[in-house]
């Protein structure tokens, strides 16, 4: 290891000992330096702090990664879009930081540390900047879209169809983030439950979360005629363009959302690939999309929908969770290793379901998830 990502590391060390305290102090010291840099942030900062530190964590810790390093500070660089967030904000980010820094990594700050921290983040903000300049030029930072549906399927869940005022590209399996005017400058993200169609429509499953603002703003008090703003979609859990193998589709909750998209996608392509969409669930009225895929798999013989409830004794389908059915599932013949997998839902249960299919041979190039997208 070089000297300087070494440098970052056993210094930014003594910020993640005393991390809440470390970004309190930072921010603090941004809105004093620059208080018109307030209005870009939500009115509660607690999980703002938690995520500048997670991607704070995640840049030093990818020095020695330079291309993971450069494509997650290019998504960032884009995704501050949509907060405002412009090029000269950054010199006042980077004063901040070198502050905090020089407070809680004092016993061994020094001039060569001080250029280490001010090189890194310089070519950091150099590519977020240059990342943003390009999307700019090809994208709004959000999308103004209708609410046109609002479906309530349960106390805690509701399936929203918006109608965007100008089409907003994605792919099957993508999600984009959502504001309501509840809660500006609070974003959350979002898993389009649908392939792209003619009317540029497209659904969102929520469930609304303990404590969660967006999420229990869009289940509960949003209707129909609201507008809310979408950021561009993003994600990488889509289909090959060239795979014509089967596919094993796993979900669990609002999981659902990015799977059955692509189960569409798979039925429109024309090409007839075997599809299996495993549903976990704890009980049959948890199965809130059960009629409509029940359609699409009356529609498309190749397609079977399989439930899995893990807390229904008397429920004469498959038990358990998606994991512990894999190895029988009915009259899918032959190895793994010809199949594309792809899981959205809880973290356990994605982890889990990898874990099986590694066990049971399928390779994990063709094991496909999006476990760096947590909903509220």
Do not use: C
């Not at 603090?28 to 330096?33: H, K, S």
């Not at 290019?74 to 004063?95: I, K, M, Q």
């Not at 994600?235 to 799977?259: F, N, Q």
């Not at 390779?363 to 997208?373: A, I, N, Q, S, T």
């Amino acid at each position: 290891m070089s000297t300087e990502p070494r440098m970052l590391k056993e210094s930014f060390t003594r910020l993640e000992s005393r991390s809440d305290k470390a970004m309190s102090y930072f921010y603090g010291r941004l809105f004093a330096a620059e208080p018109r840099l307030r209005a870009l942030f939500p009115i509660a900062l607690d999980t703002q702090r938690e995520r500048f530190f997670h991607a704070l964590t995640r840049i030093v810790w990818s020095q020695d990664n330079p291309e993971d390093l450069a494509s997650h500070l290019a998504r960032l660089g884009r995704d501050h879009r949509r907060y405002g967030v412009t090029a000269e904000h950054y010199a006042a980010v980077e004063d901040a930081l070198l502050a905090t820094l020089r407070l809680f990594a004092r016993d061994m700050w020094s001039p060569r540390a001080e250029k280490a921290w001010t090189d890194a983040y310089r070519s950091a903000a150099a590519t977020m900047i240059e990342a943003a300049e390009r999307d700019a030029a090809a994208a709004p930072p959000w999308w103004a879209a209708e609410v046109v549906e609002h479906d309530r399927r349960a106390d805690d869940l509701a399936v929203l169809t918006l109608s965007p005022e100008r089409p907003l590209p994605f792919a099957p399996g993508q999600y984009v983030t959502v504001q309501t005017s509840r809660w500006p400058r609070v974003w959350r993200p979002y898993s389009i439950a649908n392939a792209p169609r003619s009317d540029g429509r497209l659904r969102l499953h929520v469930r609304a979360r303990p404590g969660g603002w967006v999420s229990g703003a869009l289940v509960r008090a949003t209707g129909t005629g609201d507008t809310l703003l979408l950021g561009p979609a993003t994600g990488t859990m889509t289909l090959g363009p060239d795979s014509r193998r089967d596919l094993l589709l796993v979900a669990g909750g609002t999981g659902l959302a990015p799977v059955k998209a692509l189960a569409e996608q798979a039925v429109a392509a024309g090409r007839r690939r075997d599809v299996r969409l495993l549903v976990g669930a704890r009980t049959e009225r948890d199965l809130y999309d059960l009629a409509d895929l029940r359609l699409l798999e009356s529609a498309y013989p190749w397609v079977r929908v399989l439930p899995v409830l893990s807390d229904e004794p008397d429920f004469r389908g498959l038990r358990g969770t998606p994991a512990d059915v894999l190895a029988d599932l009915d009259g899918w013949d032959g190895g793994w290793d010809d199949r594309d997998a792809y899981i959205a839902g809880p973290v356990p249960m994605v982890r889990r379901t990898v874990a099986e299919l590694q066990r049971l041979g399928m390779p994990l190039e063709r094991v496909h998830h999006d476990l760096l997208k947590a909903e509220e």
